[in-house]
């Protein structure tokens, strides 16, 4: 496949998990990649993994330093020579029962699941074509099915969300398309760590809301967004892209 002949894209998120696929995913379809994410080790693992036939570039940025990411959108553009999609999927996951739930987990996690995927929209529109430009936000299941122990990620992820439908009716003047991709459960290494919940939690509810196809492999979602930001995807923006084995019905 080379849908992505030509194509210049931002990426986030891409030292582990889905971001990681991603970047693996677009590169082998022929893309040019500027990839960014907290962890520069997680990064060059990446790098390493990428074999073409696109390319990938990387930079360390933390998606919560707004000159941070002022620097890397305006360095991506110029190292890439331009912007034609932007795909966020860097974020945080932390399960917070009600009791003990703080002021410091809900920045936390609005400040890398929304505040981030923001800031990289602002400034990659300065970018980003009219007429062909697009934006692929991560969401998730849990913006729009209750999880229990999760109040503080499904309203961060909710926030992701809504912020990318009203981007997208937003946007619809300059046919720039915003697609909300929202995976539900995914075997990543952020999934996989045992300290994801408080010990002690009874965690029966969630057989209920699993689906029966298991979790996702990260290369699945990878391949939702790779169509999502692609020509193929061309009549589809400003709706909620589920990609869940049908968790949700």
């Known amino acids: 496949m080379n849908r992505y002949d030509g194509v210049k894209v931002l990426l986030t998120g891409a030292a582990s998990g889905i971001g990681r696929a991603t970047a693996i995913r677009l590169t082998t379809e022929g893309a040019a990649v500027y990839a960014v994410d907290l962890s520069a080790e997680g990064l060059a693992e990446t790098a390493a993994a990428v074999t073409g036939p696109g390319t990938l570039a990387t930079r360390t940025v933390d998606v919560t330093d707004e000159p941070a990411v002022i620097a890397a959108v305006a360095a991506a553009a110029e190292t890439l020579g331009g912007i034609d999609v932007l ?3 860097a974020g945080v996951h932390k399960t917070t029962p009600i009791e003990t739930l703080t002021v410091a987990d809900l ?3 609005f400040s890398v699941n929304l505040v981030g995927t923001a800031l990289f929209c602002r400034e990659a529109l300065k970018h980003l074509p009219d007429g062909t430009g697009v934006i692929v936000n991560t969401a998730s299941l849990s913006a729009t099915q209750g999880s ?3 109040t503080a990620y499904s309203a ?3 926030a992701v969300l809504a912020f990318s439908l009203s981007l997208a009716a937003e946007l619809t003047a300059r046919r720039i398309r ?3 991709v929202s995976p539900g459960a ?3 290494p952020l999934t996989r760590n045992p300290g994801i919940f408080p010990a002690g939690l009874d965690l029966g509810y969630f ?3 699993r689906s029966y196809f298991g979790a996702a492999d990260p290369e699945m979602i990878a391949a939702a967004i790779a169509f999502a930001g692609s020509s193929d995807a061309a009549y589809f923006t400003g709706a909620d892209f589920r990609v869940d084995g049908g968790a949700h019905t």
């Open 178 to 180: 915003v697609v909300p």
């Open 186 to 188: 995914v075997d990543t």
């Open 207 to 209: 057989s209920k809301i």
């Open 156 to 158: 961060s992820k909710g």
């Open 87 to 89: 795909v966020n999927v």
């Open 107 to 109: 920045n936390r996690l």
């Open 148 to 150: 229990p122990f999760m």
